[in-house]
């Protein structure tokens, strides 16, 4: 405990806070024996003549804490009041109680008793003078972004200091303001929110924690996985950049991604695509045994098997990405859009060179199976639960079992615009059949 400015502090953890009125030398009385494990702020509905007795709780015992003013909590809620509503007035003091009565408050592990209807009457008061924290970029203070970890009950209090905000780039700070105003209108999703995005300084970090926790098992611990993948990220910029474009090609592309942040938490194809990135690069590094187990989790999480040698391009989307097989040979260039139950797979037991190569801007529809050494020309579009064992032309399509190209082998009908991109996936049905059901 020591003085700071006129005001007590309380050192807990390492973090310095400050307590309202700490300058008359009398001690703060969380509960009327002084014990920080009752209710913290029982004593603020008390005068200050109450806070003499001592507790009935036999499992109190002295506070070792000294020193806060006689007007206490009440008195620090007073200077916030005043401070919100003239701007300047009300002090550091109700600075300081805000972040004291936040950290005491997240300790709910006692029971309250008979002090918990005027306690649940001041935390309403509370709420009503600190104002909802809204999004400022990367210029938001540590000590705001720390305190809104404890409002919203998350087990993490203190984040690293956030770069300048020329470092930030603004893909990221999109993601963090949308992650913000989410936990506002869903409070459920506030801890996970505040933990798996805005704790976090980067794309990069958020990313290998959420993945490090979704790929954890009892034996492979979330805690190494995070080192791994955020040492990979940081690593090579060709995988940041990569990231970034799968992101965009996600939002773009796919009407059902609400937002940025969305498609980092919950789109799984995403996910599974950034493991595989990860799993790639060690696959290079000839640490192929870490590469194989990392593939293994992925499939057993996501249902996304792609072997770790596989080559993956940028500006990506597996859409939905159920039962997606990649082979060890195979190819995908950049922009390229694939569906779920998708297989780009050999032809046998023969070794080699011999899983398809997919160019720029594909598009393959959901459960087509495309076999063998062969190659999907850039632009080309494969439909929906073709069967493809043939080299097709750019700016094709080919639909049925066995594929075949629209307007004829000869004379292919050809695309105008990249589909991979348009996401397109019928308009094609007019020109390649007069059927009616």
């Known amino acids: 405990m020591k003085a700071v400015g006129g005001m007590a502090a309380l050192s807990r953890g390492g973090v310095v806070v400050e307590l309202a009125g700490g300058g008359n030398g009398r001690k703060p009385r969380f509960c009327e024996g002084g014990c920080v494990r009752c209710a913290p702020v029982s004593l603020a509905m008390r005068s200050d003549g109450a806070a003499s007795g001592s507790c009935q709780r036999s499992e109190c015992s002295p506070s070792p804490l000294s020193s806060a003013g006689g007007n206490g909590v009440v008195g620090g809620l007073t200077g916030l009041k005043g401070r919100r509503k003239s701007g300047a007035g009300g002090g550091a003091a109700g600075k300081g109680l805000a972040a004291t009565v936040a950290i005491l408050m997240e300790e709910r592990g006692s029971s309250y008793g008979s002090d918990r209807g005027r306690d649940s009457q001041l935390l309403e008061s509370f709420r009503d003078v600190i104002p909802m924290l809204e999004y400022q970029s990367a210029l938001l203070s540590q000590s705001r972004e720390s305190r809104a970890g404890v409002e919203n009950k998350s087990?993490?209090?203190?984040?690293?200091?956030?770069?300048?905000?020329?470092?930030?780039?603004?893909?990221?700070?999109?993601?963090?303001?949308?992650?913000?105003?989410?936990?506002?209108?869903?409070?459920?999703?506030?801890?996970?929110?505040?933990?798996?995005?805005?704790?976090?300084?980067?794309?990069?970090?958020?990313?290998?924690?959420?993945?490090?926790?979704?790929?954890?098992?009892?034996?492979?611990?979330?805690?190494?996985?995070?080192?791994?993948?955020?040492?990979?990220?940081?690593?090579?910029?060709?995988?940041?950049?990569?990231i970034r474009d799968d992101i965009n090609a996600v939002k773009e592309r796919d009407p059902a991604c609400v937002s940025y942040s969305h498609c980092l938490l919950n789109f799984k194809g995403f996910l599974a695509c950034q493991a595989h990135r990860v799993a790639h690069r060690l696959w290079n590094q000839g640490r192929h045994s870490l590469a194989l187990a990392i593939q293994s989790r992925v499939s057993e999480v996501f249902h996304v098997d792609i072997h770790p040698a596989a080559k993956i391009g940028s500006g990506v989307l597996f859409d939905h990405a159920t039962g997606l097989v990649v082979g060890e040979t195979a190819t995908i260039g950049n922009n390229v859009s694939i569906l779920h139950h998708v297989t780009l797979g050999g032809t046998g037991a023969v070794g080699g060179d011999r899983h398809p190569k997919i160019c720029d801007?594909?598009?393959?529809?959901?459960?087509?199976?495309?076999?063998?050494?062969?190659?999907?020309?850039?632009?080309?579009?494969?439909?929906?639960?073709?069967?493809?064992?043939?080299?097709?032309?750019?700016?094709?399509?080919?639909?049925?079992?066995?594929?075949?190209?629209?307007?004829?082998?000869?004379?292919?009908?050809?695309?105008k615009e990249i589909p991979g991109e348009t996401m397109d996936h019928t308009s094609f049905i007019k020109d390649w059949s007069d059927y009616v059901i």
């Open 361 to 415: 801007g594909v598009l393959i529809g959901a459960g087509a199976i495309i076999l063998g050494n062969i190659t999907i020309g850039a632009g080309a579009k494969i439909g929906a639960g073709s069967i493809v064992l043939i080299d097709v032309p750019p700016h094709t399509t080919a639909v049925g079992n066995p594929a075949r190209l629209l307007g004829g082998k000869q004379k292919p009908a050809k695309l």
């Open 155 to 242: 087990n993490v209090s203190v984040v690293e200091d956030l770069p300048a905000l020329g470092e930030v780039d603004q893909l990221w700070l999109k993601m963090r303001e949308e992650a913000r105003w989410d936990s506002i209108k869903e409070p459920a999703l506030a801890s996970y929110l505040y933990s798996t995005i805005l704790s976090h300084r980067s794309l990069e970090r958020s990313l290998a924690f959420h993945l490090g926790n979704k790929l954890s098992s009892s034996t492979l611990l979330s805690t190494q996985l995070f080192s791994l993948l955020n040492d990979t990220f940081m690593e090579d910029a060709d995988i940041r950049r990569a």
